[in-house]
């Protein structure tokens, strides 16, 4: 099983990243996926994410309204567009896959730097 992430980059505040996840290797269609973030220091989070049967989604409340996560089981990838970025969702941001009956992967992450 492999998650790649890709999209991660340099945006000055204010700006607009899409980050995507491509999934090979597992049933994508059964499994919840998530993108996490995490900063030096500090505890790996939960942004956002979607799960597998009724497509509800999650946000961590400092990214509602900004962030939107979305999946296509047709292509196994699951994108998150991020709008009005400041400073503090910069992080390594990590892409994730949970069955939630314990099995799940992870991506290897992608940078997201917001600055000026």
């Known amino acids: 099983a492999q998650l790649v992430e890709s999209g991660g980059g340099l945006v000055q505040p204010g700006g607009s990243l899409t980050l995507s996840c491509s999934a090979s290797?597992?049933?994508?269609?059964?499994?919840?996926m998530s993108w996490f973030r995490q900063v030096p220091g500090k505890e790996r989070e939960l942004v956002a994410s979607?799960?597998?049967?009724?497509?509800?989604?999650y946000y961590l409340e400092s990214v509602k309204g900004r962030f939107t996560i979305s999946r296509d089981n047709a292509k196994n990838t699951v994108t998150l567009r991020m709008n009005a970025l400041t400073p503090d969702d910069a992080a390594m941001y990590y892409c994730n896959a949970d069955d939630e009956l314990g099995l799940g992967y992870w991506g290897q992450g992608t940078q997201v730097t917001v600055s000026a």
């Open positions: 979607v799960d597998n049967i009724n497509y509800r989604t």
């Open positions: 290797g597992f049933a994508f269609r059964t499994f919840a």
